[in-house]
């Protein structure tokens, strides 16, 4: 992704113009987004990275992929109805993927950062990322509830050649 776009995107500048900021104590305020973390498993990254079998890389890169699609089905914005917030769900997502192969004490361990821009379209309109801390139907409060269940699709999203 380009450097200068993704800085954009974080601060809630979008291509078509869209200005997804808002005013708070005299200044613009926006949350950048949300850093979901897939890590393959250990042997995985060994195999990998010291045995250097690329194959393994591409395979964790295609249940990243996968895993985010998923993802995608959590979108959701916040509407005003009538007075009333509710939450609509969009199904899709600004992410950006960056690979990693050691941790921070520089060891194997293959990882990708997806950095999810907090943006959504919602019909023809750009908006924020729903977010809904009392009534948990916003979508980091549904990935957190779900992270179980994304890793265990990542898991068998991996196909190892073999």
């Known amino acids: 992704m380009d450097k200068a776009l993704f800085t954009e995107l974080l601060k809630g500048k979008l291509p078509d113009g869209s ?3 808002w005013i708070q104590d005299g200044a613009n305020r926006h949350r950048p987004g949300y850093d979901l ?11 990998a990275m010291l045995g250097g079998d690329k194959r393994l890389i591409d395979a964790h890169n295609r249940a990243v992929t996968e895993a985010v699609r998923q993802l995608e089905t959590l979108a959701a914005t916040r509407v005003m109805t009538d007075g009333k917030s509710e939450t609509v769900l969009t199904g899709n997502l600004i992410v950006a993927k960056f690979n990693h192969d050691t941790n ?4 194997p361990q293959i990882h990708t950062h997806a950095v999810v821009i907090n943006a959504t379209q919602n019909g023809d309109k750009w908006q924020s990322l729903g977010t809904d801390k009392i009534g948990k139907t916003g979508f980091i409060e549904n990935v957190y ?13 991996f196909k190892p050649p073999g």
């Open 145 to 157: 509830a779900n992270q179980i269940a994304f890793g265990k699709l990542y898991r068998e999203a």
């Open 104 to 107: 921070r004490n520089q060891e």
């Open 37 to 47: 973390t897939f890590s393959a498993p250990k042997s995985v990254s060994v195999m």
């Open 19 to 21: 200005d997804l900021t």
